[in-house]
């Protein structure tokens, strides 16, 4: 397998890997692409404020959620992705997408990741700027977008960017909430985002996988 950097991803230590495995696994998220190309026309409050997502994840909730419960995305000083305090380098997107949507559904029932969709919560920070804190963030939202769009055909046979905003509403609170925090959103003069569980304060305190 051959792997080379991506333009796009920047620093952060994600490759785009050209395998079969990978072009299968690309399958998967298929949807999500004709999702975002509509996104001018559709879908939530990041999108075009059509449907805008009322709940939203405070620093409390997260804090005080149990740590299976919890995946923690940071970017690093140098700018590499941090998943639970853990440096996951070689990772492609649809790696990393499946795993994001993995621990959301968590089939296998592993106790040490979300214990159903409504009680996971991501949560994503920034030690400095970095384009690639934007590019996990889309990534993250594409995960969501595609989980919607799988529970919108299975309850309504439509695709969620199909719904109305009652529809989609319903999909998201009996199905995938949107509990994404963003630790430092409006901190960017802070060298290490709000306090969280399980982020190292140092670089040397990183594990690798």
Known sequence: ??????????EISLYLCHSQKDKDMKIL???IASLLITATTFSQKWLDNTCPIEKEVSNEEYTSAKPSNLLTLIIDQEGKLLMNGKRNEGMSEIQFKE????????????????ES??????????????????LILRYVREVYLYAWDTASEEKYQAIYADLDCKKRKKIRSSEFPYNVLQLNT????????????????????????
Not at 1 to 10: F, L, P
Not at 99 to 114: G, I, M, Q, R
Not at 186 to 209: C, H, T
């Open 99 to 114: 795993s994001v949507y993995d621990f959301l559904t968590n089939p296998e029932k592993d106790k040490t990741k979300a």
């Open 29 to 31: 998220f298929f949807t």
């Open 186 to 209: 409006k901190e960017k003069d802070k060298k290490k985002p709000s306090f969280s569980p399980g982020v190292p304060p140092f670089e040397g305190d990183v594990k690798d996988n």
């Open 117 to 134: 969709p409504k009680e996971a919560i991501i949560a994503l920070g920034s030690y400095g700027d970095h384009d690639s804190y934007d």
């Open 1 to 10: 397998m051959i792997c080379i950097s991506s333009s796009e991803i920047g």
